[in-house]
């Protein structure tokens, strides 16, 4: 059983910047693809971004590509989420998720664990 335990969310304006840290523990975290979703208010759930599980390997939605990057630690079992040039839009509460599927994953039910999640607030 992996536990996973979303940080770094908060309170940022519009063009800034905010770092989210998902740390895992419970399992062996190098053998997960790691993911990040977000779900604003009134919203269904959305893919982010994924990493495979040696790093080598990510992948992101659109709305994100050339202002999210995903990176991972399996020294520290800890992924990472950088966002820069942060927009209104990009309000949700942020997850962590981790799966076995050795290809890119983009569906909520292609992963096995979650976080509670973490609130990120962009202001205009």
């Known amino acids: 059983q992996v536990q996973l335990v979303e940080s770094g969310g908060g309170l940022v304006q519009a063009g800034g910047s905010l770092r989210l840290s998902c740390a895992a523990s419970g399992g062996t975290f190098s053998k997960y693809r790691m993911a990040w979703f977000r779900q604003a208010p009134g919203k269904e759930r959305e893919f982010a971004g994924t990493?495979?599980?040696?790093?080598?390997?990510?992948g992101y939605v659109d709305s994100v590509k050339g202002r999210f990057t995903i990176s991972r630690d399996n020294a520290k079992n800890t992924v990472y989420l950088q966002m820069n040039s942060l927009k209104p839009e990009d309000t949700a509460v942020y997850y962590c998720?981790?799966?076995?599927?050795?290809?890119?994953?983009?569906?909520?039910?292609?992963?096995?664990?979650w976080g509670q999640g973490t609130q990120v607030t962009v202001s205009s």
């Open positions: 990493i495979s599980w040696s790093g080598s390997s990510t």
């Open positions: 998720a981790a799966g076995s599927r050795l290809g890119i994953a983009t569906r909520a039910d292609e992963y096995d664990y």
